[in-house]
């Protein structure tokens, strides 16, 4: 039986040996920080996206305001 666990603490540094980790714990917090990248890239287009969102919703609230006084005289 061949135990990669075992080999990995000395092939990718003391942190490894010190607190135990795992390939398994390296690829989820790798994985961890390409989503928060990802996240963190994506912001700006999101508060473009929700600011014309509300534009819109408030044009179009604005729109049925006119219309139900105009209905109702």
């Known amino acids: ?3 990669d666990a075992m080999h990995l603490p000395i092939t990718t540094g003391s942190a490894f040996l010190i607190y135990g ?3 398994q714990e ?3 917090i790798l994985w ?3 989503v928060v990248i990802l996240i963190v890239t994506k912001l700006p287009e999101l508060h473009r996206a929700v600011s014309r969102i509300y534009v819109c919703v408030q044009g179009r609230w ?3 305001k ?3 006084r105009g209905s109702k005289n």
Do not use: F, G, K
Request: no cysteine.
């Open 66 to 68: 006119e219309w139900w």
């Open 26 to 28: 390296l690829v989820l």
């Open 62 to 64: 604005l729109r049925i």
């Open 21 to 23: 980790w795992t390939l």
């Open 1 to 3: 039986m061949h135990n």
């Open 32 to 34: 961890a920080l390409y």
